[in-house]
């Protein structure tokens, strides 16, 4: 089906049609990142702007990546450094750099809903990145993405989403992308770190690792994200290692042929062992491939067809 | 807006006897198959490249490489269009350089599709030589270009369509004038 939305805010507002049309655009991406030259003139002439409040290195740099990739010339915005250290708002900075008019802005911002504010004021696309606690619909499509490529499908797939829920915009982003395209989810983690009522999306809770691993198809491994970690939600870095850490031991639980998968950063020893994270089943190195990928496809169907408003 | 056959422009037999004719001109032109290559344009250049590759392997015994380029990213038009067109891919699994590529598409009308694919084969390599092979030129060119091989010539006018059917895609080989009901 053909795309018509002018922005990308959430995998929540997406059809399962759009987002399959997200997918195989991203899977005809692929071939160019192969390629020696690895350059096509689609949106030549055509401006993106990094709009990035939280660091960022992948994310940004994929960006950056599948917009030069496509000929655009993408320029980036960095919060500090830049005048919001200086107090200006989120708005306003949008507006000026509207006035530049730019076709894409891509945001980050630790606010939940920031994405779509940007995307009500200004006229060009944007396209959410990251808005807090929020969504991260890039990631879900690109770990969606991976998961068709090695499993040849996804409906009817088991996930198990371990570690801190309540804090993961790629969890939420994954949580509404894989269940409209029929997959089941289980999430699990210390009850501290489970939002309360998260069934509510569909998902099955768990409470133990091995439980939950046990028998599923993919194993997404979340970043304990040691920043946004306010007030005592876990006892200690090593009680979590111990108990929710994936190592060689509990993933004697797991089928023999899951995925492992993690967005990045990992935190080797903490989330993950690094004989796991680098392990057969691991499959983190394709999803950073994928990123670019996913990318392109959602800057072309964003700007690269509709006549500019 | 639906269209009406307006009439039929070559049957099955007819549209086999083309292909046949323009493979023993590319094998006789290139002096046999070394270094030939078939890259179709999708959707349907690719099964008539296909197609060339085997009525080649039938009259030479060697089969040339066929690869599938999808032009969507090189066209001239993405900004006019009302939604965006759907990425196919591209599959060329040999290197171009150095090879005789013959550049298959259903239909040559105004040119542009030919000037992306040109432009997209450059980026993938250096082709010795690139020749055109169509199954029907219906002329109003816009652009200087002109095809190697045809397999018919038919004088059209633009506000008609030419439906290329074939097996693979619809069940049923022949070539159709559409005109617009109204």
């Known amino acids: 089906m053909g795309w018509t939305r002018k922005d990308l805010l959430t995998m929540q507002e997406l059809e399962p049609a759009e987002i399959g049309s997200i997918l195989d655009t991203a899977a005809s991406m692929k071939e160019i990142a192969a390629r020696e030259i690895k350059k096509v003139p689609t949106l030549r002439g055509r401006t993106v702007v990094n709009l990035f409040y939280e660091p960022s290195t992948r994310t940004r740099t994929s960006f950056e990546i599948a917009g030069k990739w496509l000929s655009a010339d993408v320029v980036n915005w960095s919060a500090p450094g830049s005048s919001a250290a200086k107090g200006e708002s989120l708005l306003d900075t949008a ?10 802005v891509v945001v980050r911002h630790g606010a939940a809903g920031a994405a779509a504010l940007l995307a009500k004021a200004l006229r060009c ?3 959410n990145a990251g808005d807090g606690a929020h969504e991260h619909p890039t990631q879900a499509l690109l770990d969606l993405l991976t998961i068709r490529e090695k499993k040849g499908h996804l409906e009817g797939l088991s996930v198990a989403i371990v570690g801190d829920i309540a804090r993961s915009r790629v969890a939420r982003s994954n949580i509404h992308g894989m269940r409209k395209l029929g997959m089941t989810v289980t999430v699990a983690g210390p009850p501290t770190l489970i939002p309360p009522f998260v069934q509510e ?9 091995e439980e939950a691993i046990a028998n599923v198809d993919v194993i997404m491994m979340l970043r304990l994200q040691q920043e946004r970690m306010m007030g005592a939600l876990i006892p200690s870095l090593r009680e979590y290692a111990r108990y929710w850490g994936l190592t060689p031991t509990s993933l004697g639980a797991a089928r023999q042929d899951v995925l492992i998968m993690h967005p990045g950063p990992v935190n080797r020893g903490i989330e993950i062992a690094p004989e796991v994270a680098d392990g057969p089943y691991s499959v983190i190195l394709d999803q950073v491939a994928n990123g670019v990928a996913v990318r392109m496809a959602v800057l072309f169907l964003l700007a690269g067809g509709k006549a500019q408003p | 807006m639906t269209a009406r056959e307006k009439a039929q422009v070559l049957d099955e037999a007819a549209l086999d006897r083309a292909l046949i004719r323009i493979a023993h001109e590319i094998v006789e032109k290139n002096g046999g198959t070394a270094d030939l290559a078939f890259v179709g344009l999708r959707t349907r250049g690719v099964t008539l490249a296909h197609r060339l590759a085997e009525r080649v392997a039938a009259i030479e015994g060697v089969k040339p490489p066929v690869g599938a380029l999808d032009i969507t990213l090189y066209r001239d038009d993405l900004g006019l269009k009302a939604e965006q067109p759907v990425v196919r891919g591209t599959e060329i699994p040999f290197d171009l350089t150095g090879k005789t590529v013959i550049l298959v598409d259903d239909v040559l009308f105004t040119g542009r599709t030919i000037r992306a694919a040109l ?10 030589a690139i020749r055109l092979a169509i199954l029907v030129d219906r002329g109003h060119r816009e652009l200087p270009i002109r095809p190697d091989y045809v397999g018919k010539n038919l004088p059209t006018a633009r506000r008609e369509t030419v439906a290329v059917r074939l097996k693979e895609h619809d069940g049923e080989d022949r070539v159709i004038i559409e005109e617009p009901e109204d």
């Open chain 1, 125 to 127: 696309a944007v396209v």
């Open chain 1, 201 to 209: 999306l569909g998902v099955k809770v768990s409470h133990r690792l």
């Open chain 1, 95 to 104: 507006r000026n750099i509207a006035a530049m008019s730019p076709d894409v």
């Open chain 2, 119 to 128: 432009d997209a084969i450059m980026d993938l390599g250096r082709p010795k």
